[in-house]
């Protein structure tokens, strides 16, 4: 199976400071059809997961121009420019490449 | 408006049975691959299984192969997830999503314990 490993497990920051996450594959996702199917979700305390981002870098209909993804093959970045309150939560990386689907363990963003 | 309801949670024996459903509104529901996605409690997300449109392809984690059966029936834009021979390890809030995760249900809880 696909191992994704996100860094850092918690990331605390400042309103306002920029924040980036890592995920980093066990192997490349690269599907056959030459799409790589990574994406980051947000998951806020008591809720459902958010998607904001798919296929490595376009973002979700109503997120942010702030969330910017990134990377190819097995290494990608989520940046997040200028956090705001509603951006605290848990990100989690997830691909859809190779079956069976897989998320990374997540990275809290909170605050310092 | 999209929308996903799971139903079906609850509190259950080892190795008993339950059956999971979702009910999908506000966009055709045969049009789409949906999914089941889980998470214990204070632990992340994990995926389970998931189905093609027709619900002729379906695909599950190596943990619950043999014991859950994901399942769809278009007619009544209900998605399923048969969950049998349960474990404690099952325990977990469970999601149901459309497949590219841009709509997710508000989960239900599945307890299994004695």
């Known amino acids: 199976d696909v191992v994704l490993t996100q860094t850092p497990v918690a990331q605390p920051v400042t309103l306002g400071d920029q924040a980036s996450i890592s995920c980093r594959s066990s192997?490349?996702?690269?599907?056959?059809?030459?799409?790589?199917?990574l994406e980051w979700y947000l998951q806020k305390p008591g809720q459902s997961p958010q998607l904001l981002i798919y296929?490595?870098?376009n973002r979700f209909s109503g997120v942010p121009d702030r969330f910017i993804g990134s990377g190819s093959g097995s290494d990608f970045t989520l940046k997040i420019s200028r956090v705001e309150p509603e951006d605290l939560g848990v990100y989690y990386c997830?691909?859809?490449?190779?079956?069976?689907?897989?998320f990374g363990a997540g990275t809290k963003l909170e605050l310092k | 408006e999209v929308q996903l309801v799971e139903s079906g949670g609850g509190l259950v024996q080892p190795g008993r049975s339950l059956k999971l459903s979702c009910a999908a509104s506000?966009?055709?529901?045969?049009?789409?691959?949906m999914a089941w996605v889980c998470q214990a409690p204070t632990k992340g997300l994990e995926w389970v299984a998931s189905?093609?449109?027709?619900?002729?392809?379906?695909y599950y984690r190596d943990s619950v192969k043999g014991r859950f059966t994901i399942s769809r029936d278009n007619a009544k834009n209900t998605l399923y997830l048969q969950m049998d021979s349960l474990r404690s390890e099952d325990t977990a809030t469970y999601y149901c999503?459309?497949?590219?995760?841009?709509?997710w249900g508000q989960g239900v809880m599945v307890t299994v314990s004695s």
């Open positions: 997830f691909q859809a490449t190779h079956d069976p689907y897989t």
């Open positions: 999503a459309r497949l590219g995760g841009d709509y």
């Open positions: 296929k490595v870098s």
């Open positions: 192997q490349s996702l690269v599907h056959s059809n030459g799409n790589t199917y």
């Open positions: 189905i093609s449109t027709g619900g002729g392809n379906t």
């Open positions: 506000g966009f055709t529901f045969s049009n789409y691959g």
